[in-house]
């Protein structure tokens, strides 16, 4: 296959309908969001990539691949890399959206980032030449990378991160504050944790602490029924989930309250709820929250084969394990016992931070894309043999500019 065939899109002549497609997807939603997910992806083309994974899926079905597999990411656009703070508490860029990860061609990552770079730079009115240019550059950043990694050991590779501290030297001082890669937001992030989320979104009722109420996106659920014993259920199944060590420390907490959560564009109205849990010191100072998420199918499995690992949330844990550096002690899956409804659980408001591709200059997003190829030529070479991929990636850059041309026709496809 040559690296010129990457370029490849046309819609095949039994491509499924978007909107059918995306109808489709909404039956095991929650019905009072699926307008608010509707409303969200309405709002620009970059929206609508990002809740239309399914859509790109079926597409890059229709693509040719050398045959190489990955831990891919199956969501690799640009809003879906984001700063964390590992257990060693150490503020590091990664990726920061599992749900669709699955065994997948490295390619279909690559094409996702890079079609989402395309229709970013079409929002700013950049002309073709220069889009093709920062296209193929973002490419080529995963190529050199992925070509240096290939000489890595693989414990070396395991470990490797991308700490913010490390990045402030390589990054002009304009773009580390665009893109919030500077130490002063470091320790900002590192001050965004369980107890800011405290100040902000709880009250102190009776003496007992409480959600507030922020409709759409924080609905508290105080009576008892249907809702609160798929919660109960599902975290009694996840203490299970956890190792030894892990599941001690968790049970040393306590949880208080729980309130439903609208979350990003493409999860909208899917099962999600925010659990509060107090310490044993019952005081300001020892809360954690906990995201419990709805975990279904990966949207690649229906062109790559089901997942081997049965259970989803399983596999969206499993698969962050495997492709981020950040690991979370509370990351754990659930299954809730009545509904049989499957999902993963992760801490929420813990030194987390995200920039807006939208709101960056030029030079920033240009640095900032490549900065996410880095991370997902790190991620690739963690799961899958680096030196196969960089061997068939070569040295030149043909393979960018294929990139480039495939992320210009598929842009047009989806403003269409």
């Excluded at 093709?132 to 490797?160: E, H, N, P, Q, T």
């Excluded at 609905?219 to 599902?234: H, I, K, N």
């Excluded at 997902?376 to 393979?399: E, M, N, Q």
Aim: proline residues 5%; aromatic residues 8%; charged residues 25%.
């Amino acid at each position: 296959m040559p690296r010129s065939a990457h370029a490849d899109w046309t819609p095949p002549t039994d491509r499924p309908d978007p909107v059918k497609l995306l109808l489709s997807a909404e039956d095991p939603r929650l019905a009072d969001l699926v307008s608010l997910r509707n409303a969200r992806m309405a709002a620009s083309p970059f929206a609508y990539l990002r809740g239309s994974a399914d859509m790109m899926a079926a597409d890059l079905a229709h693509t040719q691949d050398i045959g190489v597999r990955v831990q891919a990411s199956g969501d690799a656009h640009l809003s879906n890399f984001g700063i964390f703070v590992t257990p060693e508490r150490n503020v590091v860029f990664d990726l920061n959206d599992f749900d669709q990860t699955l065994p997948a061609p490295y390619e279909w990552d690559l094409k996702r980032l890079a079609a989402s770079v395309e229709v970013v730079l079409r929002a700013k009115n950049t002309t073709p030449k220069v889009r093709a240019k920062v296209v193929a550059g973002v490419i080529g950043a995963y190529r050199r990378k992925v070509s240096d990694f290939a000489g890595w050991r693989a414990l070396d590779i395991w470990y490797a991160s991308t700490d913010v501290a490390d990045l402030v030297g390589v990054m002009p001082k304009s773009a580390r504050a665009s893109m919030l890669l500077d130490l002063s937001y470091a320790d900002r992030a590192r001050r965004k944790n369980h107890l800011g989320a405290l100040n902000k979104r709880i009250s102190v009722v009776d003496g007992h602490r409480r959600f507030l109420e922020d409709p759409p996106r924080l609905r508290p659920v105080r009576e008892s029924g249907q809702e609160l014993d798929e919660v109960l259920g599902a975290m009694d199944s996840y203490r299970l989930s956890l190792s030894d060590e892990h599941r001690a420390l968790f049970e040393k907490f306590t949880m208080v309250d729980v309130a439903r959560r609208a979350v990003r564009v493409g999860s909208v109205g899917t099962r999600c709820w925010v659990c509060l849990f107090e310490g044993p010191h019952d005081s300001p100072g020892d809360p954690v929250f906990l995201q419990l998420k709805e975990a279904g199918p990966s949207v690649l499995e229906a062109y790559l084969g089901r997942s081997a690992v049965g259970h989803h949330g399983q596999r969206v844990v499993a698969g962050q394990r495997m492709i981020q550096t950040a690991g979370d002690v509370f990351l754990g899956y659930a299954t809730a016992p009545v509904s049989g409804r499957h999902y993963y659980v992760r801490q929420l408001w813990d030194v987390k931070g995200s920039s807006d591709p939208s709101r960056m200059d030029l030079a920033t997003l240009t640095r900032y894309a490549g900065l996410c190829a880095w991370v997902l030529a790190r991620a690739h070479s963690r799961t899958g043999h680096a030196g196969s991929i960089s061997g068939y990636l070569g040295k030149g850059d043909s393979f960018d500019k294929a990139i480039a041309e495939f992320a210009r026709r598929y842009a047009d496809q989806n403003a269409a």
